[in-house]
Structures are given as structure tokens and as C-alpha cells.
């Protein structure tokens, strides 16, 4: 059973850059599609960005392509989420999601995924 921890939310100003982190335990790390996505007060969840398992294909969502950046640490066991140019529309809850798959996949749904974290909230000022 795989565990997602999220860290490094919080309030930031358009323009700003923050960093997401998100620590995978009790799996094997390579085995594991990972990815990000978002959630809007009230609205559904959506593809942020996704990697996959050996970190060599990687997906955006189109309203972040170009400003954020996904990648994993296989040492550290991390995956992180660089946030770039932040908007006020990137305010959201963020979660960090895990599938596991002998594909070499980058999964941009989130019905592909079994293991969510727990959310972490960037929020986003003018």
C-alpha cells in the first residue's frame, strides 16, 4: 500500500513561484505513475501535470503548460510540482496521486489513478 504525503502549500502572489512536494512510502517508487492534479471550490478535479514511472514522459494540463514543471527524485523517493508565474486562477487544493504500472506512461486521467494524498492548498493573491 502506497502513502502520498503533499507538502509546500500556502499563500502566495501572482507572479510568485512556490514548490510541491509529495513523499511516496510503503511502495516501490519506479513502479509508480505519479502525477498532480487540482481542485476548485466547488468544481471537479483536473489534470495538472503527470510523469511516469522512470520520469522520462511527463503531461500538462493546457492551463499550466509552460509555467509548471513535474518531476521525481528516485533517491529521495519525491515528487514534485514547480510552480511557476502563479495566477490567481491556480488557487486550488493540489493532490498528489500514484498508480502502479509496468508502463512507461505519463497518466493524464484521474480515473487511472488508485492512491491520492490528502490535499495541500495554494492559494493565490492579486
Known amino acids: 500500500q502506497v502513502h502520498l504525503v503533499e507538502s509546500g502549500g500556502g499563500l502566495a502572489q501572482a507572479g510568485d513561484s512556490l514548490t510541491l512536494s509529495c513523499t511516496v512510502s510503503?511502495?516501490?517508487?519506479?513502479?509508480?505513475?505519479m502525477g498532480w492534479f487540482r481542485q476548485f471550490p466547488g468544481k471537479e478535479r483536473e489534470v495538472v501535470a503527470a510523469?511516469?514511472?522512470?520520469?522520462?514522459?511527463?503531461g500538462y494540463g493546457d492551463s499550466v503548460k509552460g509555467r509548471f514543471t513535474i518531476s521525481r527524485d528516485y533517491d529521495k523517493y519525491v515528487m514534485y510540482l514547480q510552480m511557476n508565474s502563479l495566477k490567481p486562477e491556480d488557487t486550488a487544493i493540489y493532490y498528489c496521486?500514484?498508480?502502479?504500472?509496468?508502463?512507461?506512461?505519463?497518466?493524464?486521467?484521474?480515473?487511472?489513478?488508485?492512491?491520492w494524498g490528502q490535499g495541500t492548498q495554494v492559494t493565490v493573491s492579486s
Open positions: 510523469i511516469s514511472r522512470r520520469g522520462g514522459n511527463t
Open positions: 510503503g511502495g516501490s517508487f519506479s513502479s509508480y505513475a
Open positions: 496521486v500514484a498508480e502502479r504500472t509496468p508502463l512507461d506512461t505519463a497518466l493524464m486521467s484521474a480515473g487511472r489513478y488508485e492512491f
